[in-house]
């Protein structure tokens, strides 16, 4: 595979389709802001395309990272869509943190085609991206999936092919529920071991080091004790995802108690005008 297209040029997608212009493809972009485009197409010296069908024309595959199920709707079907120029034989990537029911909603309608999809939600945030170290969840085929997992080596450090097409995005919402209640825990014992006069440096220093220790502690500890809520992932974004989990939870009988909990906290924060803060600002709910 040399000619690729990559629709979406967020925070995640821009520097995504970067690496693989770097590793030597032919990468032709797409984004809803054409300034955007012409931005990467200057720093990166590949192509941008008008529309998502022009930037797929050609292209053996097409990697797509927006915002969601809309607008992953928006961009893949139509007249102008990913699919209207995606050839037979070619595959379609969604690295958009969507539902399920599109992935599988996607995949019928590819197969009909002779084309084919796999739902890729990616995890590791706008570092990741930037640093070419993310962690892919995806779901589909296996024999496709070992044809686009070397691709996605130029900007993840691990992919995975869980299950079936839905798989992917199940596997992010279970990441995301986990992830959500390491926060919780971190910005309530932080909170407490402000309240109660501690060194958080310190605190943060040793207790990394034990059974407490996380990502989110080394590298939103300090900034969450800081106040520093401008690092990445929304809360806005955050609570989509979560409402997405708790859809597929009701159908399997998953119990989400505490995540719902947790989610009720982001809705206040959001309320309060937090809601394009990162995810460690749950530490100033518990300021209230």
């Not at 995005?169 to 529920?177: D, E, F, P, S």
Request: with cysteine.
């Amino acid at each position: 595979m040399k000619k690729i297209a990559f629709i979406g040029l967020g925070v995640m997608g821009y520097p995504m389709a970067g690496h693989l212009q770097n590793a030597g493809y032919q990468v032709t972009v797409y984004n809803r802001t054409h300034a955007k485009a012409e931005q990467w197409k200057e720093e990166y010296k590949g192509e941008f395309a008008l529309t998502p069908k022009e930037a797929a024309l050609g292209c053996e595959l097409v990697f797509c990272c927006v915002g969601n199920d809309d607008d992953v709707r928006s961009v893949a079907l139509g007249e102008n869509g990913i699919l209207a120029g995606l050839a037979q034989g070619a595959i379609l990537v969604d690295h958009t943190t969507a539902s399920a029911e599109l992935a599988r909603e996607l995949h019928t309608i590819t197969k009909q085609q002779g084309k084919y999809f796999i739902d890729a939600p990616v995890s590791g945030g706008q570092a990741g991206a930037v640093n070419g170290v993310l962690t892919v969840m995806c779901g589909g085929e296996q024999d496709i999936f070992d044809r686009v997992s070397p691709v996605m080596g130029d900007y993840a450090q691990f992919s995975q092919l869980m299950g079936s097409v839905g798989s992917g995005q199940l596997a992010k919402m279970v990441n995301q529920i986990c992830f959500v209640n390491v926060v919780q825990g971190l910005a309530e014992g932080l909170n407490f071991a402000q309240k109660s006069g501690l060194d958080t440096d310190k605190l943060i220093e040793t207790i990394s080091k034990g059974a407490a220790g996380s990502w989110q502690m080394d590298n939103r500890g300090k900034t969450m004790c800081a106040r520093e809520f401008d690092f990445g992932f929304a809360v806005d974004w955050l609570r989509k995802d979560l409402s997405m989990a708790f859809t597929e939870a009701e159908k399997v009988g998953a119990d989400l108690t505490v995540t719902k909990q947790l989610d009720g906290y982001y809705k206040e924060i959001q309320e309060s005008g937090g809601n394009r803060w990162d995810t460690s600002s749950l530490i100033s709910r518990f300021e209230q």
